[in-house]
């Protein structure tokens, strides 16, 4: 534990002559930390905070986010310099590393990188015992799953060698297994990676390209591509790397843990909202339903959203939907799109929205899903594969997570404690004589 000791918090217990001093732990940045190790030793006593939403459950040195003021820094450097100047394999390398990378250190990265992203070819069977409608969610979370019984050479986490060589795999591997699941689903041949291109580039050329025809790749939808993998790219202590994390502390096969992370990550409170956000944007139909529908989400009873605004961290506005927007504006352009009824759609809501008094006071503000979902449509990504997307993204940040668990000394296996109400001990009657 390398956060800094500073100043305390005293907690007594009422009715009793105890107390107890804890000491207060500094970050580099964000508010201090209660460390209450020795509340249980010392008062007996447990703290209640479910969903942890007041926990620090880790010391991480990955990212940072300061969502009052619409903060997002990976290793210290703000998303919005990373999204513009930085590769997503260089991304992915600080994500891992702590530092960015010098060209040869770089090269190396990308080299380690394109040289895993074939799969097994007894992998390939995985696919066909799904169904073909099968939601690729499910499909990339028994593949990577399944990825654990292939690489008995790397199998101990203490050896830092396997630990790399894993997270090799993984980024690799990811792009290939979800374009696949892709394929599988709309009934078209497997098309294996081609390492003379780039991460993303690759990516598309898997998830597009068809043995019929020449595949003509678009820098534009490729760097676009690339952007959004890093804006997804790691998100500190959510629900999935959270529970990467804790299937972690127990020693178990990182390709199972990033499996256990897929599956959190598949609920619609977490990876799914972008879907929504299409769906809201099809339903309202266009500009001047908006007033009608505006009043629909403000009303307490109506339960309707505005999906794509508000976040559980940032009361301001996501630094990655300004990129997002930016973004969506260079697809769309690329692709020859000029009026997109979405877009203006989305356009005209979110300036209504920004000015109206309901989401202003409740600080509501776009989240990154709020254009991404237009985006990856353009793209021409089917709903079902925005998830699977976030997937691909998120590894790196799941793997980059369970290696600073792995090698952190006060790491204990993830146990936490429950306020219990059930039933007081009681004890078994034979059926016969209960009523
Ligand atoms: N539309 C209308 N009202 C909202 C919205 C919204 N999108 N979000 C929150 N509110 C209201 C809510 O009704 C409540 O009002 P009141 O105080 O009058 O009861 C107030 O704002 C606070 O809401 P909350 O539910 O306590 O806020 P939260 O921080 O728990 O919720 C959220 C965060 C993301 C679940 C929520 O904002 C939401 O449902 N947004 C829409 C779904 C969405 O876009 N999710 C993507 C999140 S970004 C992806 C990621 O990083 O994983």
Redesign the pocket.
């Known amino acids: 534990m390398s956060g800094m000791a500073n100043g305390s918090v005293t907690i007594s217990l009422d009715g009793t002559n105890k107390s107890l001093t804890l000491p207060l732990l500094n970050g580099s940045l964000g508010p201090p930390v209660a460390d209450i190790r020795k509340l249980y030793g010392n008062l007996g006593i447990f703290t209640y905070d479910p969903g942890y939403g007041e926990t620090a459950s880790c010391e991480s040195k990955i990212t940072y986010i300061d969502g009052d003021l619409g903060i997002l820094l990976y290793r210290g450097y703000p998303i919005e310099e990373l999204a513009e100047h930085a590769s997503f394999i260089e991304v992915a390398y600080l994500l891992l590393n702590g530092d960015l990378p010098n060209p040869a250190e770089l090269a190396e990265f990308d080299q380690g990188v394109r040289r895993h992203t074939m799969l097994h070819e007894q992998l390939r069977r995985f696919y066909e015992g799904f169904r073909r409608d099968a939601h690729p969610m499910a499909v990339i979370c028994g593949v990577v799953g399944a990825l654990s019984a292939f690489y008995h050479d790397s199998l101990d986490i203490t050896n830092p060698g396997h630990r790399r060589i894993s997270a090799f795999r993984l980024i690799a591997k990811m792009p290939t297994i979800a374009a696949w699941a892709y394929k599988y689903a709309t009934g078209q041949p497997f098309v294996y990676p081609n390492n003379e291109l780039g991460y993303a580039e690759n990516f598309l050329y898997m998830m597009n390209a068809v043995p019929a025809e020449p595949f003509k790749g678009s820098p534009v939808l490729a760097r676009a591509m690339d952007r959004i993998l890093t804006l997804h790219a790691d998100?500190e202590q959510?629900a999935s790397t959270s529970t990467v994390r804790l299937a972690g502390s127990t020693g178990a096969n990182p390709f199972a843990c990033i499996a256990a992370g897929i599956a959190s990550l598949w609920g619609p409170?977490?990876?799914g909202?972008n879907e929504?956000?299409l769906r809201m944007l099809g339903e309202i139909g266009n500009v001047t339903a908006i007033p009608d529908f505006i009043a629909k989400?403000k009303d307490?009873h109506s339960n309707v959203?505005?999906?794509?605004?508000?976040?559980?961290v940032y009361k301001n506005y996501?630094p990655r939907a300004k990129i997002m927007q930016r973004t969506c504006h260079e697809v769309l352009e690329e692709l020859g799109i000029k009026d997109d009824p979405l877009l203006d759609l989305a356009v005209e809501l979110e300036k209504i929205a920004l000015e109206d008094d309901y989401f202003v006071s409740?600080k509501?503000y776009p989240?990154?899903?709020f254009y991404s979902g237009i985006i990856l449509k353009a793209m021409g990504f089917p709903t079902s594969m925005f998830t699977v997307l976030f997937a691909v993204a998120r590894t790196v940040g799941w793997i980059s997570q369970w290696k600073e668990m792995i090698e952190d000394p006060s790491q204990r296996i993830g146990r936490p404690r429950q306020l219990y109400t059930g039933s007081v001990e009681r004890h078994y009657l034979p059926i016969e004589k209960r009523g």
Request: hydrophobic share 40%; no cysteine.
């Open positions: 998100h959510n409170a977490h990876g909202a929504a956000v989400v307490r959203r505005l999906m794509g605004f508000g976040h559980r996501d409740r509501l989240n990154v899903d």
